[in-house]
């Protein structure tokens, strides 16, 4: 490697360094850090750590080159070092090229400059390095652009309880609209899904929170197709962590009951014609008794 090369690669990486300690600066004492257009404000708020400690960790990823390039300078063979240390920039830089593109559909015009540095700094240790890196950055793109980044919630967007049903229990005097959200390992969903049985009054849509085996439902006829990320994404949004839960349709809007035992109280006063009810409080549809199981890793 040339003296003036290294000798540049050092005063820049020095400059670089200061110029991130200076946005760090400007965060601490005036609340953001400089940048020329909004697209920073979108990539930071973005990001899992606040911006001052992203600068900070860039401050000393530049500090850690302008060491390296020292050492080097005055000691043959640690170039290899300096070359990995760069090449290692250029690739983590290239991931935050990729999620401004692919992502954020935006670019934050800091974040450029940052990375037009560690281009330049890779270009004086020769045109190998800079191949190198490139060829890195063009495959991290490439995969970039093959992968979808929409979080489970965004993709059931649009999505309705009807997407999530297993199969559908018709009776013969249709008069209301149920939607029972359950678990195939929760026993007070068994008891339930057993109560349901000779209804004449209501219509029955079976919404399990996951996958589950065809045995359970036996004479119904499956849809292959339905989604339960649905009918837990569902009771999230409502606030509840337990199940069975039935929803039931009106021309009134929704009525939401938690609880085998309330469950069934309201299915028997409401599907069965003169069926006598359990015990429990029909006015409290949200009352949840000892009759329901916990959503959590378990199911």
């Known amino acids: 490697m040339k003296h003036r090369s290294l000798q540049a690669l050092i005063y820049l990486s020095l400059l670089t360094c200061v110029i991130i300690i200076a946005q760090a600066l400007l965060i601490i004492f005036k609340g953001e850090a400089f940048c020329v257009n909004e697209g920073c404000k979108i990539v930071e708020a973005l990001t899992l750590i606040p911006p001052f400690y992203f600068n900070l960790l860039g401050a000393v990823y530049f500090l850690a080159v302008f060491c390296t390039a020292l050492i080097t300078k005055q000691r043959s063979g640690t170039e290899p070092l300096l070359r990995i240390v760069l090449i290692s920039g250029l690739a983590a830089d290239g991931i935050l090229l990729g999620y401004q593109i692919f992502v954020a559909n935006v670019f934050c015009s800091y974040c450029l400059v940052v990375f037009l540095l560690i281009v330049i700094l890779n270009i004086l240790m020769g045109f190998r390095q800079l191949a190198l890196g490139l060829a890195i950055i063009v495959v991290q793109l490439f995969m970039f652009s093959l992968l979808r980044f929409e979080a489970a919630e965004d993709q059931l967007r649009g999505l309705t309880l009807d997407k999530g049903t297993y199969a559908v229990r018709r009776c013969s005097e249709t008069i209301k609209q149920l939607y029972l959200i359950f678990s195939e390992d929760c026993p007070h969903c068994y008891k339930?899904?057993?109560?349901?049985?000779?209804?004449?009054?209501?219509?029955?849509?079976?919404?399990?929170?996951?996958?589950?085996?065809?045995?359970?439902?036996?004479?119904?006829?499956?849809?292959?197709?339905?989604?339960?990320?649905?009918?837990?994404?569902?009771?999230?949004?409502?606030?509840?962590?337990?199940?069975?839960?039935?929803?039931?349709?009106?021309?009134?809007?929704?009525?939401?009951?938690?609880?085998?035992?309330?469950?069934?109280?309201?299915?028997?006063?409401?599907?069965?014609?003169?069926?006598?009810?359990?015990?429990?409080?029909?006015?409290?549809?949200?009352e949840i008794e000892d009759g329901a199981c916990s959503i959590n890793e378990n199911y």
């Open 192 to 286: 339930v899904i057993e109560a349901l049985e000779g209804c004449t009054r209501c219509e029955f849509h079976f919404n399990p929170i996951k996958k589950i085996s065809a045995d359970l439902l036996p004479g119904l006829s499956p849809n292959d197709k339905y989604i339960p990320q649905i009918n837990a994404a569902a009771l999230k949004m409502l606030g509840i962590d337990t199940v069975p839960v039935l929803i039931a349709r009106d021309h009134d809007g929704l009525t939401f009951i938690e609880g085998e035992r309330n469950i069934i109280n309201y299915i028997q006063n409401t599907c069965f014609q003169e069926m006598p009810s359990l015990d429990g409080n029909p006015e409290d549809p949200f």
